[in-house]
């Protein structure tokens, strides 16, 4: 079992910028694919970003590429969502996600289905006013 517990959401005006954590529970975190995803009010989740156990591979949603950083500090259990120049539709609720399951592949571009991902954190929210 592994919990995950979302942090670092609130109100920030656009052009601003907000850093998420996601602790995780587990003795395991270092094995784990780690992703971000989000959902805004009437729409499906969406994916945000993913990163692979060792952190050496990333990848990103059109939508945020170049604003967004994912990381992740095995020796902390926490993953990391950096968000710079915020626009107003990146108004969400922001979710973590496991992926404890194998095979494993290197191309993190394979885990950007919510279906992908085994466990979930209770989201938290992010408002970028106008």
């Known amino acids: 079992q592994v919990q995950l517990v979302e942090s670092g959401g609130g109100l920030v005006q656009a052009g601003g910028s907000l850093r998420l954590s996601c602790a995780a529970s587990?003795?395991?975190?270092?094995?784990?694919?780690m992703g971000w995803f989000r959902q805004a009010p009437g729409k499906e989740r969406e994916f945000v970003a993913a990163?692979?156990?060792?952190?050496?591979?990333?990848y990103y949603a059109d939508s945020v590429k170049g604003r967004f950083t994912i990381s992740r500090d095995n020796a902390k259990n926490t993953l990391y969502l950096q968000m710079s120049s915020l626009k107003p539709e990146d108004t969400a609720v922001y979710y973590c996600?496991?992926?404890?399951?194998?095979?494993?592949?290197?191309?993190?571009?394979?885990?950007?289905?919510?279906?992908?991902?085994?466990?979930w954190g209770q989201g938290t929210q992010v408002t970028v006013s106008s």
């Open positions: 990163i692979s156990w060792s952190g050496d591979s990333t």
């Open positions: 587990g003795r395991t975190f270092s094995s784990y694919v």
């Open positions: 996600a496991a992926r404890v399951r194998r095979p494993y592949y290197s191309n993190m571009a394979t885990y950007k289905s919510t279906g992908d991902y085994d466990y």
